[in-house]
T-cell receptor
Framework: GQQVMQIPQYQHVQEGEDFTTYCNSS?????IQWYKQRPGGHPVFLIQ?????EVKKQKRLTFQFGEAKKNSSLHITATQTTDVGTYFC?????????FGDGTTLTVKP | DTEVTQTPKHLVMGMTNKKSLKCEQH?????MYWYKQKAKKPPELMFV???????INESVPSRFSPECPNSSLLNLHLHALQPEDSALYLC?????????????FGDGTRLSIL
């Protein structure tokens, strides 16, 4: 996999506020996967984006893949306390997955 | 609950011990993975097995020895580990090795080296 940079490293929000994490690569990605890891848990697959400019939604989560396939974002609308955890993007090529450093989200009730 | 089962959940061992981590999945997946994850860091790929054959070794020290006895099982044999090897070891599986397959992770084994 290629190196993917993820920002911000940490995000603290008040419950009900929105949250966005960004994933960037210097080279074109074949696809991008997003995972969520709750504190003390294991990564759980959320979604995969493959096509240029692709946008996918899962309830309050919106995932985007850039037109150049070099960046991706995950946006959560109206955060809830159940959204806490670390969100990772991952580039995967022929089984070799490289994870971004992750964005850790904390939500204050 | 996860469909990938890892045992043990916790392991404490001395630097001279030999132990094994076990991983099992019954989803019919033909690719299985070992990752190492340090606190507040992303998972780092160690090994990939595809159809029971070692496909990728990310230059992992020989004190870690993977084994895939059959399509459902993956082991990681440990010998003469160092304190810096203390970490969460995650097993994952996917339908195939290709990059467009989501990976299903186990709960991990939390390893401490004394």
């Amino acid at each position: 996999g290629q190196q993917v940079m993820q920002i911000p490293q940490y995000q603290h929000v008040q419950e009900g506020e929105d949250f966005t994490t960004y994933c960037n690569s210097s080279t074109t990605l074949s696809n991008i996967q997003w995972y969520k890891q709750r504190p003390g848990g294991h990564p759980v697959f959320l979604i995969q984006l493959v096509k240029s400019g692709e946008v996918k939604k899962q309830k309050r989560l919106t995932f985007q893949f850039g037109e150049a396939k070099k960046n991706s974002s995950l946006h959560i609308t109206a955060t809830q306390t159940t959204d806490v955890g670390t969100y990772f993007c991952a580039d995967s090529v022929a089984g070799k997955s490289t994870f971004g450093d992750g964005t850790t989200l904390t939500v204050k009730p | 609950d996860t469909e990938v089962t890892q045992t043990p959940k916790h392991l404490v061992m001395g630097m001279t011990n030999k132990k094994s981590l076990k991983c099992e999945q019954h989803m019919g997946h033909r690719a299985m993975y070992w990752y190492k994850q340090k606190a507040k860091k992303p998972p780092e790929l160690m090994f990939v097995y595809s159809y029971e054959k070692l496909s990728i070794n990310e230059s992992v020290p020989s004190r870690f020895s993977p084994e895939c006895p059959n399509s459902s099982l993956l082991n990681l044999h440990l010998h003469a580990l160092q304190p810096e090897d203390s970490a969460l070891y995650l097993c994952a599986s996917s339908h195939h090795k290709s990059g467009d397959q989501p990976q299903h992770f186990g709960d991990g084994t939390r390893l401490s080296i004394l």
